[in-house]
Structures are given as structure tokens and as C-alpha cells.
């Protein structure tokens, strides 16, 4: 396979992958989306809007999602000239020779693997902020479900970590359906939130749209906090190696992905500020918050619930990305034969364990 920019030969087993090519546009889009949406519109959102940008959050989103699709049209045009496994490792082996794929290799590491145990305990958080606030569980539920201090064992992130990689276990037909069931799911409730904050849309929040306490300074600090609500579309590229169109679906739906979370965002953000003024926005639970605010309880609870739901979707899309880049590395022959070995189903066991 030739390129300007190809300086590394693809060997024959990175272009006859041993994995079945099984994921359609529908499943790479849903990927995506499920791996992107959650802490941007969940968290984010009001983090942004107390904190950095008042109203003019939507502009921090923005702003964001063009350097994000800066980003991801890098991705879009290297997926179709590389088209497996890996994302950024892939192309850095393909482009740049095996010592800066290693270093991508590790940074997708963190990403994926170190950054699925962050949103398993901030989901354990939640669960129990849940239980406590909108179910109003009794002490057990403190002294049970609690971390064992700051920096102590969540019982519940472990609970979730542990089902998530029986879940991936279980066989590639089993999560794609979960992801592309809660992935519906989830935006779903983002649409259900964002809807109903304009329901109680009060223009008076948004003026001053840009805060003077903030500036244009605090919009620019809220885009750079809120480019992380974006990561998540290279995980298409992860799964490139077993797309059943890669050369056409995969650019397309690392596009399509940035393209509808940048929407989702900006609207949401809109939504939020309109419905409560942006210095009583909650920094974690901001349209629960906002719906208590404004007295409508069923909604602040359906909006609690989704969160609760939907945010672990984010740990099963970057547990299933990373025994992927491994695979690939192994194929390239800088891990372990173990890292590509697969069962008769074409499942990745041994790179999830």
C-alpha cells in the first residue's frame, strides 16, 4: 500500500486480519457515540457554565468541536489508506516506524484503559449521589456502596469493571448489541434533557452571554476543558480492522460522530444556561440540578436515571477498544503472540483478560 507519508511497510497480517469484519456503519457510529457522549453533557456542561463561561458555554463547545474535527479529519483520511486495527497506533507505525507507534500505543493505553476506571468510580459516585438524593436510600446505602476514603476501593466501580469484561468476554455479538441499545438510549436522554430545558428556556439567563467576571479568557479556558467531551471518536478507528466497509464507513462515521456530538453539545449547553442562572448551574448533576431548580422533580429524576444508565456505556466502548490496539501490536511483533490470539468466534479473551 502506497502513500506520500507511509514510511513503514504493512505487513500481511495487518492487512488479512484474522478478525471477522462484522461492525457496520450503524455499529461504528454507535461506537462512537457511545464511547463520546456522557461527561461533556452530563458533567461538563455546568462545570463550563459555573466555572469558566457563564451562558457563552455553547460557544466553549463550539469552539471545541472545530479543533475537534480538525482531529478527526486527520483520522478520517488515515482510516482510509490504513485500514485496521490500532487508530493512532496504527498510523504512527505506518507513518513514523515502531518507537513513536509505542508511545501512541501507550498513550491509547491511558486513554483507554486508566480513563475507563476514572468513569467507573465517577459512575459509582453517581449511583450512590442517586440513591441518597433522588431515591432518599436509608445510611445503609452510604455505609455500604461508599469508597473507603478519597482514595480508597469503590465497591460499585469494580462491580461495573467486573461486568463490563464479562460482558466483552461473552463474545463481540453480546456487546455491540448492549452498545448499540444504550447507545440509543443515551442520546435518547441527551434529546429528552435538552428539549425539556427549552421547555423552560428563560432568555434573562443568557444575557450577559459572556460574563464580564469571565471574558473571552473563560470562554477559551471552557473549549479547552471541553475538547475532552470530544474524545471518543478514535475508537471507530480501533475497530477499523473488522468494519465491513472500512475504506467508505469509517471516515464516515468518525464525521458523523464529531458532527452530531457538536450538536448535541451546543444545544445542550444552550438548554442548560437558559433554564438556571449559570452561577447556581450544579459542576456535577447540571440538568438534575436545573430541573429541581425549576420544580419539574419527574424530570431532574428521568434526567438522574439516564446518567446513571447510560454513563457505562463510556467503560465498554474503551474496554473494547483497547485489547485492540494490542492485537494490532502484537501482529506488528512488538507484543506477545497471546495479545492476537482469538477464539473460534473471532473474540478478543485473552486481549480483554
Avoid at 17 to 24: M, V
Avoid at 79 to 107: K, Q, R
Wanted: proline content about 6%; glycine content about 10%.
Amino acid at each position: 500500500m502506497s502513500h506520500p507519508f507511509l514510511r513503514k511497510p504493512i505487513s500481511p497480517g495487518v492487512t488479512s486480519s484474522s478478525l471477522p469484519r462484522h461492525y457496520s456503519l450503524v455499529d461504528l457510529v454507535s461506537i462512537g457515540l457511545g464511547g463520546t457522549v456522557g461527561s461533556g453533557i452530563f458533567v461538563l456542561s455546568g462545570f463550563i457554565a459555573r466555572t469558566y463561561a457563564g451562558p457563552a458555554t455553547s460557544l466553549s463547545f463550539l469552539l471545541s468541536g472545530c479543533c475537534a474535527a480538525l482531529s478527526g479529519c486527520c483520522y478520517a483520511e488515515l482510516s482510509t489508506y490504513i485500514t485496521t486495527s490500532g487508530s493512532a497506533y496504527a498510523y504512527a507505525y505506518a507513518t513514523l516506524g515502531e518507537l513513536p507507534a509505542v508511545v501512541a500505543a501507550g498513550c491509547l493505553t491511558l486513554e483507554y484503559g486508566v480513563s475507563a476506571a476514572a468513569v467507573a468510580r465517577s459512575w459509582g459516585d453517581k449511583v450512590l449521589e442517586w440513591l441518597v438524593v433522588e431515591l432518599e436510600a436509608g445510611p445503609w446505602a452510604a455505609e455500604v456502596l461508599a469508597p473507603a476514603g478519597p482514595d480508597g476501593f469503590n465497591p460499585l466501580a469494580g462491580i461495573l469493571s467486573a461486568l463490563t469484561v464479562w460482558l466483552l468476554v461473552k463474545g463481540v455479538k453480546e456487546s455491540k448489541s448492549v452498545t448499540n441499545f444504550v447507545t440509543m438510549v443515551k442520546v435518547f436522554v441527551v434529546i429528552f434533557m435538552t428539549v425539556g430545558g427549552f421547555f423552560l428556556f428563560d432568555s434573562a439567563n443568557l444575557s450577559p452571554y459572556v460574563p464580564p467576571e469571565f471574558g473571552t479568557a473563560g470562554v477559551l479556558r471552557g473549549a479547552t476543558s471541553s475538547f475532552f467531551a470530544y474524545l471518543g471518536y478514535d475508537e471507530v478507528c480501533c475497530v477499523a480492522g473488522e468494519a465491513v466497509n472500512p475504506l467508505t464507513d469509517v471516515p464516515t462515521a468518525v464525521m458523523g460522530v464529531i458532527a452530531t456530538v457538536a450538536v448535541l453539545y451546543c444545544l445542550a449547553a444552550v438548554s442548560l444556561t437558559a433554564m438556571q442562572p449559570y452561577s447556581l448551574v450544579s459542576e456535577t448533576s447540571g440538568f438534575a440540578d436545573a430541573f429541581h431548580y425549576r420544580g419539574v422533580q419527574w424530570a431532574a429524576q428521568v434526567a438522574a436515571l439516564g446518567e446513571v444508565l447510560t454513563l457505562p456505556l463510556v467503560v465498554l466502548v474503551s474496554l473494547l477498544a483497547q485489547p485492540r490496539v494490542f492485537y494490532q501490536m502484537s501482529v506488528d511483533g512488538l507484543l506477545p503472540p497471546v495479545w492476537r490470539e482469538v477464539d473460534a468466534g473471532g473474540n478478543l479473551k485473552k486481549g480483554i483478560l
